[in-house]
């Protein structure tokens, strides 16, 4: 049934498809033509503007889920064919992902939930963070030589200033445009510019903010929230394919326990990040601030979603933290390709314990 929102569909469109079918008494081939003025947005405002032709069309699981495979759609503009694909969205991609995961499993939804989450972790989200991981290591290697050049050119930017009798504020800009540029000749030569940086962390943010909503259809949450549409996206057996406590993942956790332990797993995850050798500078511990800010923010949010969404935060932050102590360990991050730095841990734990213990229980001497 789910394809109607995926493909925009109008439901009356979806009706004759049934009888069509009922009547061949076939559900492997089928042919249907919809006219143009029974095509509506659906979710995601995704519009298909011609006359769209379903075929080939394969059930592939009870309950009526009819998946659909890729294809094309031809327009014809001006006697020109136009070929259009549909890309579907991220929540859509996660919402089909989830489904796939259970009905190939047999899992329970609330076991699903877990896998598809630790699924997708160790697929995209490792194999991001250990980009990020390549990329801090190489901007720290490539810092020493950065500041030779720099220095070398603050010495012979002087001389010509004063030789030329530049004015102090062109000269600042002028100085500050030429330590920018060795700063980007470097980092573009090293492949460890911002951008690199950034692009791993938006992929995080993506895929994480897809399976939240995916979610939150699943369990028929708010509409204006996550764009439920309830006879297309609710699945009814949400109401009791939790497990423990949390039996009914439509509602959010009657005793607090999920969001409660995922923002103590969080705040634990931030504290180990930020234990790394050398004092904190201030833009580091602004960092760490807005990190915990936004931690203890999620909190009250995370009490009223679903519990289903609960779960998937909970999972996916325990295999963050576990992806952290993993891609600490020096072994690892040579098998990965991620080059030894300075501010690498030898034996992390212990290192990082220290540190703790340096930083907030030692006594300090007046």
């Given at each position: 049934?789910?394809?109607?929102?995926?493909?925009?569909?109008?439901?009356?469109?979806?009706?004759?498809?049934?009888?069509?079918?009922?009547?061949?008494?076939?559900?492997?081939?089928?042919?249907?033509?919809?006219?143009?003025?029974?095509?509506?947005?659906?979710?995601?405002?995704?519009?298909?503007?011609?006359?769209?032709?379903?075929?080939?069309?394969?059930?592939?699981?009870?309950?009526?889920?009819?998946?659909?495979?890729?294809?094309?759609?031809?327009?014809?503009?001006?006697?020109?064919?136009?070929?259009?694909?549909?890309?579907?969205?991220?929540?859509?991609?996660?919402?089909?992902?989830?489904?796939?995961?259970?009905?190939?499993?047999?899992?329970?939804?609330?076991?699903?939930?877990?896998?598809?989450?630790?699924?997708?972790?160790?697929?995209?989200?490792?194999?991001?963070?250990?980009?990020?991981?390549?990329?801090?290591?190489?901007?720290?290697?490539?810092?020493?030589?950065?500041?030779?050049?720099?220095?070398?050119?603050?010495?012979?930017?002087?001389?010509?200033?004063?030789?030329?009798?530049?004015?102090?504020?062109?000269?600042?800009?002028?100085?500050?445009?030429?330590?920018?540029?060795?700063?980007?000749?470097?980092?573009?030569?090293?492949?460890?510019?911002?951008?690199?940086?950034?692009?791993?962390?938006?992929?995080?943010?993506?895929?994480?903010?897809?399976?939240?909503?995916?979610?939150g259809q699943m369990a028929g949450g708010s509409p204006k929230l996550f764009g439920t549409e309830m006879d297309v996206d609710f699945i009814p057996?949400?109401?009791?394919?939790?497990?423990?406590?949390?039996?009914?993942?439509?509602?959010?956790?009657?005793?607090?326990?999920?969001?409660?332990?995922?923002?103590?797993?969080?705040?634990?995850?931030?504290?180990?990040?930020?234990?790394?050798?050398?004092?904190?500078?201030?833009?580091?511990?602004?960092?760490?601030?807005?990190?915990?800010g936004v931690s203890l923010g999620i909190l009250p949010v995370a009490t009223i979603l679903p519990a289903s969404?609960?779960?998937?935060?909970?999972?996916?932050?325990?295999?963050?933290?576990?992806?952290?102590?993993?891609?600490?360990?020096?072994?690892?991050?040579?098998?990965?390709?991620?080059?030894?730095?300075?501010?690498?841990?030898?034996?992390?734990?212990?290192?990082?314990?220290?540190?703790?213990?340096?930083?907030?229980?030692?006594?300090?001497?007046?």
């Open positions: 049934m789910r394809f109607l929102h995926v493909y925009g569909v109008h439901r009356s469109a979806y009706k004759l498809y049934l009888q069509h079918i009922i009547c061949k008494r076939s559900l492997s081939v089928c042919a249907i033509t919809v006219n143009k003025n029974a095509i509506s947005p659906g979710r995601g405002n995704h519009i298909l503007c011609q006359p769209t032709d379903f075929a080939n069309l394969h059930s592939h699981h009870i309950g009526h889920h009819i998946g659909l495979q890729q294809r094309r759609h031809n327009s014809t503009e001006g006697g020109e064919e136009i070929p259009t694909v549909y890309i579907p969205t991220f929540d859509e991609m996660s919402y089909e992902w989830i489904e796939y995961m259970h009905l190939q499993t047999g899992l329970p939804w609330w076991l699903t939930i877990i896998a598809a989450t630790i699924a997708m972790r160790t697929v995209i989200h490792l194999p991001l963070a250990i980009m990020t991981q390549r990329t801090m290591a190489r901007f720290e290697n490539v810092q020493p030589e950065i500041n030779g050049y720099v220095e070398l050119f603050r010495q012979k930017f002087a001389i010509e200033a004063k030789e030329k009798k530049w004015r102090p504020k062109y000269a600042a800009a002028t100085y500050d445009k030429g330590v920018r540029h060795i700063i980007k000749v470097h980092h573009h030569r090293e492949k460890c510019g911002p951008l690199r940086a950034l692009f791993p962390i938006g992929g995080h943010l993506v895929t994480w903010y897809g399976m939240s909503v995916a979610l057996e949400f109401i009791n394919s939790g497990s423990l406590w949390f039996s009914n993942l439509t509602v959010p956790d009657p005793v607090f326990l999920l969001p409660l332990a995922n923002f103590i797993v969080s705040i634990v995850l931030i504290e180990c990040w930020s234990l790394r050798r050398g004092p904190e500078t201030k833009t580091f511990q602004r960092l760490k601030l807005a990190l915990r969404i609960q779960l998937f935060w909970l999972t996916s932050s325990l295999c963050g933290l576990g992806q952290f102590f993993l891609l600490r360990q020096p072994q690892v991050r040579r098998f990965v390709g991620v080059p030894k730095s300075p501010s690498e841990m030898t034996q992390p734990l212990t290192e990082m314990a220290q540190i703790f213990r340096a930083r907030y229980l030692a006594k300090k001497m007046f």
